[in-house]
Every structure is written in C-alpha cells, then in structure tokens.
C-alpha cells in the first residue's frame, strides 16, 4: 500500500505557491556515503520479495548482514518467522531507556511484476533520466534501504539514542498468508512492543514541477472488512417463475445499499486534516470544509464534498459491491445468488457492527450477511476488533517532523492524514500502539507508480528522504 492521499493534491495545486527549491547538495550527504545508500538499496531491489517466487528471508540475511558489518551486535538482531520462505528482520538500536522504544515497520515483499509490461527489467535496479527504477523503488524498498541506512550511519557516528529505537523488516503485506508484523506482534511481543510506530508505507510530499506542496502523514487508517451476501431459493423450472426469486432478493439488496450512505463522522485526525485544507484550497470547496468543522455541520456541505470519492471515504464508512454471482443454468430459477460487499470502516466501529448495520440495511431476512475474511473463509459473525478512535496529532512525534520537512521542504504544510486504503499500521494500531505513516519520498502526483509498471522514485527523493530520516530519528530520540 501506498500513497492514498494523492487525490488532495491536484486540488491543492491551485492554491499552492511558487517555491523554489532549497534543496542543497549538502543535504545529500557526503559522495561515499551516497554511495553506500545506493548499493544498499540497489541490493534490496535485486533481491525478489514477491509472494509468488521471490524471498524474503533472503533479503532480511542480508540487511542483518550489513547491520552486522557495521557492527551491530548479534545479540540485538533477529531473524524470524513462520516459515523458511518469509522470516522477518528485527533490530534492535539500543538507547539510554529514558523512554519506551520506538517501533519502525517496513515490509520487504513487493507485488508481483511481469517483466513483459516493462520496459526495464523489474528485478534490476536502473538509473536512468535521474530516476531509480525498479520494483519497491516506490512501494517500499526505497524506505527500507532509507531505515537500514540511517541505522548504520547513526551507529558509526556512535550516536546513542535515549531510547531503543526497533526497526522490523518485514513479510507479506502486499499479499501471503504469513504477514510479519501481525505475527511478530501474536508471537514476539517483547520483540516489537513500542511507545508508538512509524511506518513509512503511507504518507509522503507530494511535488509539482519538482516544489513540495504537501507533506501529507498517516495518522489512522480505515479497517477492511469484506462481507458475502447471500440468497438460497428451491430454484426450478424457468418457464413458470415465481415471485420469490434468489436474484431478485440480491439485487434488491444492492440497490438499497447503494442508495445508503453511512452518517457523516470526524475523528481528530480527519478534523484537523480539514482544517488545513480548507485554508490551502481556494472558492466552494475551502467554505464547504469549513461548513463540516462547524459545531453543526452544514449538510448541503457534506453532500458537495460527498462527491469527491476520497473526501467521501474520509468522511464515513463506505460499502460497495465488487462481485456477483448467480444461478446455475439459463433456464433454471436461480437457486443461489451471491455478492462480496468490501468496506472500509471508519475507525471507532468494529466489523460486526457494520455486519449488523448491512442487514438493517438490505432489510430482507432472505439475505444472509457474512463476514470474509482474507483467506475467503465465511463467518456468520464479524470481529469485534475496533481500531482506537485515534487520539489528536502527538506532538512529540509531530513538531520535529514539522521542523525537519521544514529544512528540507520549505514552505509545504505537515497535514495528518486518515489513510482510506489499509497497511500493516492496522496491526499495530489495533493492539492499541498509536501508529504514524511517514514515507519522507517526495513524488509527482502523476508519477505514483507503486504496484504499476516501471516503477521509479527521483533520485534526488532518494537521498532527501535518507537525510529526513537521519535527522528525523535523531531528533525522535535525543532532547525531548
Ligand atoms: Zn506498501
């Protein structure tokens, strides 16, 4: 997953000043350092993460490798998980313990790519018109080599945090059944357990014609939850239908769901988000986000923003139908109907109470409503696994952020993000660790390419977000 926010951006340009780039060679670091950060990301790059034929315990050994070359004690280092294929990668940087450490997620698998669609090859790492090409070169090898990098960097300048500061590469959060921070967490707690969590798969600066017009940082993110609608009929012959029709039920129900809409909600993270917005964006849209941040939100207000899908979904739940399947034969009475329901659930509600509030929905005790989960498997009840109602902003993790993006993407406001889509974060945050997505890649908004073919991060967006980190996660554990 990665960069959702993206939408906001092109609305965003219209107000946006000119800005010229500060960005100075300085900030890129020292030559031999720059060209450590390269290999160390092109390394990552050419070792296959995918699900299908790829490894990622290959490539967790060898940043434990690099780590232990630098001279990371082995000690402080794990590899592990729950098969050969796909062990995850857990270091340790160990501070003074004035605070609880700090947790770093980033996966090492990437989504599958076919060499035939590109045009370089997806397993080979690729400078070429100042981009790095590759597959993770966006989603998320860059930041991977960006954390291991700056570990390094930071323990041969023998810098000592005040506290730990955890960095966790790991497995199947693009897909797989062994996802690594969810089994690290069920299997490893003392391992990963955290004052709060990065997790650099989400967020980012968004750039125009190379200026910064937004630094956008996750700070919650909407459950998933997938549900199977049901209709059984005795079915028989089609030349003497009868009312009752399998089909007729399913569709009926859809037309309802689509013709619902979930009330409108704020959490501190989507208010402050609008806040913001509303001062960067220009005419009827900046009033309407002013009109939803009123004590009594204007509904006139909600149903003109309602219109942009992801001002939408980041104002409630949505469900949608995404596949249909019905009857067995062209003329037989249909004897079973079936739809797959996806939603993304507004943090604070769990997936049963949505369960329940699809079948009042739908209204037809013929509808059975099921939840799925991601191996495919029906249950007749959800979770009641709520994600918190994230608390506002933390300021401990906020202000230095706003400070360094500050130094090296002047004059792009820091706005906190609800993430629509889902990352590992929904792992962490559901275990009740505040979970904040920070990527510090600055892309075009028309360049996101993660999951696509020719996949390509700026090279400059390289090592811009290796120095953000660098003084990031040293101001994250030094004088606050
Ligand atoms: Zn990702």
């Known amino acids: 997953m990665k960069f959702a926010f993206l939408k906001?951006?092109?609305?965003?340009?219209?107000?946006?000043?000119?800005?010229?780039?500060?960005?100075?060679?300085?900030?890129?670091?020292?030559?031999?350092?720059?060209?450590?950060?390269?290999?160390?990301?092109?390394?990552?790059?050419?070792?296959n993460t995918t699900d299908s034929v790829g490894n990622i315990t290959t490539a967790a050994e060898a940043m434990r490798k690099r780590l232990l070359d630098a001279g990371f004690p082995a000690a402080d280092m794990q590899v592990l998980g729950p098969n050969d294929r796909k062990k995850n990668l857990v270091v340790r940087y160990r501070g003074a313990g004035q605070k609880k450490p700090i947790l770093i997620i980033c996966h090492l698998d990437v989504v599958e790519a076919r060499a035939e669609d590109w045009t370089t090859d997806p397993f080979k790492f690729v400078e070429k018109d100042g981009f790095y090409y590759g597959r993770g070169t966006q989603d998320m090898k860059v930041d991977d080599a960006i954390m291991v990098v700056n570990f390094i960097r930071l323990w041969k300048e023998g810098y000592k945090p005040n506290r730990d500061i955890i960095l966790a590469l790991t497995a199947d959060e693009e897909g797989g059944h062994s996802n690594g921070v969810n089994w690290l967490l069920q299997n490893h707690r003392e391992l990963v357990d955290a004052d709060f969590v990065l997790n650099p798969d989400s967020g980012g600066?968004?750039?125009?014609?190379?200026?910064?017009?937004?630094?956008?940082?996750?700070?919650?993110?909407?459950?998933?939850?997938?549900?199977?609608?049901?209709?059984?009929?005795?079915?028989?012959?089609?030349?003497?239908?009868?009312?009752?029709?399998?089909?007729?039920?399913?569709?009926?129900?859809?037309?309802?769901?689509?013709?619902?809409?979930?009330?409108?909600?704020?959490?501190?993270?989507?208010?402050?988000?609008?806040?913001?917005?509303?001062?960067?964006?220009?005419?009827?849209?900046?009033?309407?986000?002013?009109?939803?941040?009123?004590?009594?939100?204007?509904?006139?207000?909600?149903?003109?923003?309602?219109a942009d899908p992801l001002y939408n979904s980041t104002m409630r739940t949505t469900c949608v139908a995404t596949r249909l399947n019905a009857g067995h034969a062209n003329n037989a009475l249909p004897q079973t109907a079936q739809a797959i329901v996806n939603c993304r659930i507004f943090p604070g509600h769990s997936p049963e109470q949505i369960r329940q509030q699809l079948s009042s929905v739908f209204a037809d005790p013929k509808v059975s409503v099921k939840y799925m989960n991601d191996a495919g498997e029906t249950f007749a009840t959800a979770p009641d696994r709520t994600v918190i109602v994230p608390p506002p902003p933390r300021a401990e993790v906020f202000d230095p952020l706003t400070r360094i993006a500050a130094e090296i993407w002047p004059g792009a406001p820091v706005v906190p993000t609800m993430e629509t889509g889902a990352s590992d974060s929904i792992y962490t945050a559901a275990v009740g660790i505040p979970s904040y997505g920070f990527s510090a890649i600055a892309l075009e908004s028309d360049d996101m390419r993660a999951?696509?073919?020719?996949?390509?991060?700026?090279?400059?967006?390289?090592?811009?977000?290796?120095?953000?980190?660098?003084?990031?996660?040293?101001a994250l554990s030094s004088t606050q």
């Open 205 to 306: 600066i968004n750039i125009s014609n190379g200026k910064a017009l937004l630094v956008a940082v996750e700070a919650t993110e909407k459950v998933y939850a997938d549900y199977q609608l049901t209709v059984t009929n005795p079915g028989g012959h089609s030349s003497l239908p009868r009312p009752d029709n399998a089909i007729y039920h399913l569709v009926d129900s859809l037309g309802r769901l689509q013709a619902y809409t979930f009330p409108f909600e704020l959490n501190p993270v989507t208010r402050t988000y609008f806040q913001i917005l509303s001062q960067r964006t220009t005419g009827e849209v900046s009033a309407d986000m002013k009109a939803i941040l009123a004590a009594t939100p204007d509904p006139a207000a909600i149903k003109r923003l309602s």
């Open 8 to 47: 906001v951006c092109a609305a965003l340009s219209l107000a946006a000043a000119a800005l010229p780039s500060t960005f100075v060679a300085a900030q890129q670091g020292d030559p031999a350092q720059r060209q450590f950060a390269r290999e160390v990301f092109q390394q990552l790059v050419e070792i």
């Open 451 to 474: 999951h696509g073919r020719d996949e390509r991060v700026p090279i400059n967006s390289y090592y811009q977000g290796v120095e953000f980190y660098y003084r990031y996660l040293k």
